[in-house]
C-alpha cells in the first residue's frame, strides 16, 4: 500500500514533468524538481522574517529558464484528501474548524511571501479525479489580456481564516480555479514570461519610488 507523503512526492515528481515539458515545449523534462529541503528552508527563514528568493513551496527551478515560472508563482501541491473540497469553503458555518482547503491557500500565501514572488499557485487532485489548478483573480486577468482564453473556470471570493494564537485570523481571498490540463494547454509560456518580465518592471519602478 502507498502511504500519503511516498503519494505526495511521488505527484510531486509527476508535476515537475508536467510543468517542464510545457514550459519547455518538449524539448526538457527537468526544468523543475521538488523542492524539500529548500522549501522547509524558505518556511524556517520566513519565521524569522528573512525570505528565500525562489525556493519555497514545493517545486524549485533546475535552471534560470524555470525561474520564470517560480519568480512569478509560489507553487503549493496537494495529492488525496478525497473527501476536502472547495465546496468546504462555501457551505461551512462561522462556528466550524477551520477546513483544509483555508489552510492550503494560506500555506500557498505564505510562500508567496516567503520566496517574494508575485503569486501563489496551488495544484490539488483528489483520488480518481483530475487535477485543479488555483491562483489570483489578478494573474487570471493578466493571463486574458495575454491572449490566453479559458474554457471552463470558477472564481471564488472566500473569507480564508486561520489560527492565530488562540484567535482566527482571517484574509479575504479572491481566486480562480480550472483544469490543470486545460491550463497547461490554453496558457503558452511565453505569456508566463511576459507576466514575470512586467511584474519586475513594476517592482523595481515601486522601489524607485519609494513604494517597495
Known sequence: MVNGKHKGGQYEREICRELSLWFSRGKSDDLFWRSAGSGSRATLRGRKGKTTKGH?????PTSAEGEYLTNLCAIEIKRGYSSNTLMDLLDRTDHSKIQLFEDWIWQAIQSQRNTMAFYWMLITRRDKHQALIHFPTKLYYQLERGGCNFKTKAVFKVSCRRQVGRRKGQKLVKFVSMGFD???TRVPPIVIRNIHD???RWRKGAKQAGFA
Open 56 to 60: 519555497g513551496g514545493d517545486i524549485a
Open 182 to 184: 486545460e491550463f497547461l
Open 198 to 200: 512586467d511584474c519586475q
